[in-house]
């Protein structure tokens, strides 16, 4: 459970009420290498690990309004902050994710949970622009966000079993529509919540843990001493890849942008931190490991190309994220932002059977 804790001294989530009367009406910007966290102080919480400070000293009426009754923050169509709108609830009603219908799941497997936090992802934000391409397949416009939240279950389904019961306090996974007082979801996407975790730390949890868990061991099998890269290593996702490696007794080198990430790398666990505010970043990786990687995860895009050409013959690369691609601040994908993201894009790197093949014949003659 130390890792856990490590990881969310960086990360918290919001109730629903805060998430919403701070991102509907007060500014939001993204944190970068020229700004100073400690110069906020107390009046800014660090809300999300995607780097986004939110203004909160103003909330305090709106929210006690908000708790009153039952509502969901539903986004009509793309756009900026300004879209995210308020519905209420009408009694009995709850929020209810896309894999009810996607996978078919009857009725009476679904528990109702009373939400206390969600968890905030930039895959949420990704939504509210309107280019995540799963929101659009499944569900489409209007769209309720979330993918994880904690809360107390209401309402249990006659064929939940006994493992789950009106009154625990739970942790929960839904296919979007977490942002919500009130969400309904399978039961099979529910886990007790460990004492330790409080329930803002719980609902921050789901997502990036097993977004890393999938890559770590289901994509990549790493073996004991094997040498990892992983970009964004101080992030939501890319610290607990950095935990999960080192668990899995892998030499863990973490990349960071900026020089005040380089010391929350090292205390998750990153054997060397490359910052490449400050340093070239190839150039240090071809001294660190000159016959490259066992595995790189990548979550910039910007960056695939060198990263599969750093990568030891038969070596995996897991990409999950093209944050690269995207603006920093700003709040709304227009002309210019959308002209940029076509141009990267179309740069983006491809790969043919023939260059597979070849680094597997590599492999084959290194052995």
Same mark, same amino acid.
């Given at each position: 459970? #130390?890792?856990?804790?490590?990881?969310?001294?960086?990360?918290?989530?919001?109730?629903?009420?805060?998430?919403? #009367?701070?991102?509907?009406?007060?500014?939001?910007?993204?944190?970068?290498?020229?700004?100073?966290?400690?110069?906020?102080?107390?009046?800014?919480?660090?809300?999300?690990?995607?780097?986004?400070?939110?203004?909160?000293?103003?909330?305090?009426?709106?929210?006690?309004? @908000?708790?009153?009754?039952?509502?969901?923050?539903?986004?009509?169509?793309?756009?900026?902050?300004?879209?995210?709108?308020?519905?209420?609830?009408?009694?009995?009603?709850?929020?209810?994710?896309?894999?009810?219908? @996607?996978?078919?799941?009857?009725?009476?497997?679904?528990?109702?949970?009373?939400?206390?936090?969600?968890?905030?992802?930039?895959?949420?934000?990704?939504?509210?622009?309107?280019?995540?391409?799963?929101?659009?397949?499944?569900?489409?416009?209007?769209?309720?966000?979330?993918?994880?939240?904690?809360?107390?279950?209401?309402?249990?389904?006659?064929?939940?079993?006994?493992?789950?019961?009106?009154?625990?306090?739970?942790?929960?996974?839904?296919?979007?529509?977490?942002?919500?007082?009130?969400?309904?979801?399978?039961?099979?996407?529910?886990?007790?919540?460990?004492?330790?975790?409080? %329930?803002?730390?719980?609902?921050? @949890?789901?997502?990036?843990?097993?977004?890393?868990?999938?890559?770590?061991?289901?994509?990549?099998?790493?073996?004991?001493?094997?040498?990892?890269?992983?970009?964004?290593?101080?992030?939501?996702?890319?610290?607990? @890849?950095?935990?999960?490696?080192?668990?899995?007794?892998?030499?863990?080198?973490?990349?960071?942008?900026?020089?005040?990430?380089?010391?929350?790398?090292?205390?998750?666990?990153?054997?060397?931190?490359?910052?490449?505010?400050?340093?070239?970043?190839?150039?240090?990786?071809?001294?660190?490991?000159?016959?490259?990687?066992?595995?790189?995860?990548?979550?910039?895009?910007?960056?695939?190309?060198?990263?599969?050409?750093?990568?030891?013959?038969?070596?995996?690369?897991?990409?999950?994220?093209?944050?690269?691609?995207?603006?920093?601040?700003?709040?709304?994908?227009? %002309? %210019?932002?959308?002209?940029?993201?076509?141009?990267?894009?179309?740069?983006?790197?491809?790969?043919?059977?023939?260059?597979?093949?070849?680094?597997?014949?590599?492999?084959?003659?290194?052995?």
């Amino acid at each position: 459970m #130390s890792l856990v804790c490590r990881y969310l001294q960086h990360r918290l989530s919001l109730t629903v009420s805060e998430l919403y #009367s701070c991102s509907r009406f007060t500014h939001l910007w993204t944190a970068d290498k020229n700004h100073d966290r400690s110069k906020f102080g107390s009046r800014f919480e660090l809300s999300c690990k995607v780097g986004v400070f939110v203004r909160s000293q103003h909330c305090t009426a709106l929210r006690s309004q @908000l708790e009153m009754n039952d509502f969901c923050i539903s986004i009509p169509k793309a756009g900026g902050y300004d879209v995210l709108t308020q519905l209420p609830l009408t009694d009995g009603d709850s929020s209810c994710g896309a894999q009810t219908k @996607l996978f078919n799941i009857p009725d009476e497997e679904h528990v109702v949970v009373a939400v206390h936090a969600t968890g905030v992802n930039y895959a949420d934000i990704c939504i509210r622009w309107g280019v995540y391409s799963s929101a659009k397949e499944y569900v489409g416009w209007p769209i309720t966000p979330g993918f994880e939240f904690s809360g107390k279950v209401v309402e249990v389904g006659a064929k939940c079993g006994d493992d789950i019961a009106v009154g625990d306090e739970v942790i929960g996974l839904s296919l979007f529509g977490g942002y919500s007082t009130r969400v309904r979801v399978p039961a099979r996407y529910l886990f007790k919540r460990p004492d330790t975790l409080s %329930m803002n730390q719980a609902a921050a @949890l789901p997502c990036v843990a097993i977004t890393a868990y999938y890559a770590i061991y289901e994509l990549v099998h790493p073996r004991p001493n094997a040498t990892v890269l992983i970009h964004s290593a101080a992030g939501g996702v890319g610290g607990m @890849l950095v935990q999960m490696c080192k668990i899995a007794q892998c030499h863990v080198v973490g990349v960071v942008g900026s020089s005040h990430k380089v010391q929350a790398a090292k205390d998750l666990g990153c054997d060397e931190v490359i910052d490449k505010s400050t340093e070239e970043l190839w150039r240090r990786c071809e001294q660190l490991q000159p016959r490259g990687f066992k595995a790189i995860f990548d979550a910039n895009g910007s960056t695939v190309g060198e990263s599969y050409k750093h990568l030891v013959p038969g070596g995996k690369l897991v990409v999950y994220g093209f944050h690269s691609y995207f603006p920093r601040e700003g709040g709304r994908l227009g %002309m %210019m932002e959308m002209l940029k993201l076509g141009v990267e894009y179309l740069r983006s790197p491809s790969f043919t059977p023939l260059e597979v093949c070849a680094l597997a014949g590599s492999e084959a003659r290194c052995r």
